[in-house]
């Protein structure tokens, strides 16, 4: 994962993966197995991001909260 920076804030599951897999070496491990079957890359930036996609963290705006609410108004 040559374009993973482990010090940015995490934006799903996937990231999360991403740091502990980064801390464990394990990327490193899977970035020099794929150079060596001849591979471009180990695969894993694509399964982050779509674990990411899949498994965001969303973090809850005001916004989210007013829609919340005004879809609720009138019910009553």
Not at 13 to 20: C, L, N, P, R, Y
Not at 44 to 56: H, I, M, S
């Amino acid at each position: 994962m040559k374009n993973f920076d482990p010090k940015k804030p995490a934006e799903g599951v996937g990231d999360i993966i991403a740091k502990i897999t980064h801390r464990l070496g394990i990327a490193k491990v899977a970035d020099k197995v794929a150079e060596l079957l001849g591979k471009e890359d180990c695969g894993c930036e694509r399964r982050r991001q779509q674990l990411n996609d899949l498994l965001p963290f969303k973090n809850k705006t005001e916004e989210d909260a007013d829609s919340k609410t005004d879809s609720r108004e009138g019910l009553t």
